[in-house]
């Protein structure tokens, strides 16, 4: 089975900026593909966004659209989350995850999830 493991997570103001990685191991297969979501107290579990082999991009959440941008690096089998502009209804915990399909389908099917990162935006 696939393992993940996030970092990166931490406190930043209103308006900063954060980056975080997603580390796989195990069975990884560079053709499933990878998305990060996230879930505040409280709140129901938000799709996010993902990325196939082919590096595209599909938007789950649409206010994470000109402000999240997700990468990977299949050579290194790491996947980026690049948070820009936070705000803090953006503070929840952030998960990466592999969807088995290998594709960014209209509605995400996450497998393996890691343990997540805190990202808590605040002044």
């Known amino acids: 089975q696939v393992e993940l493991v996030e970092s990166g997570g931490g406190l930043v103001q209103p308006g900063g900026s954060l980056k975080l990685s997603c580390l796989m191991s195990?069975?990884?297969?560079?053709?499933?593909?990878i998305g990060w979501v996230r879930q505040a107290p409280g709140k129901e579990r938000e799709g996010g966004l993902c990325?196939?082999?082919?590096?595209?991009?599909?938007y789950y959440t649409d206010s994470m659209k000109g402000r999240f941008i997700i990468s990977r690096d299949n050579a290194k089998n790491e996947v980026y989350l690049w948070l820009t502009d936070l705000k803090p209804e953006d503070t929840a915990v952030y998960y990466c995850?592999?969807?088995?399909?290998?594709?960014?389908?209209?509605?995400?099917?996450?497998?393996?999830w890691g343990q997540g990162t805190q990202v808590t935006v605040s002044s």
């Open positions: 995850a592999t969807d088995l399909r290998r594709l960014c389908w209209a509605t995400p099917d996450y497998s393996t």
């Open positions: 195990g069975a990884v297969s560079q053709n499933h593909a």
């Open positions: 990325i196939n082999n082919a590096y595209e991009v599909k």
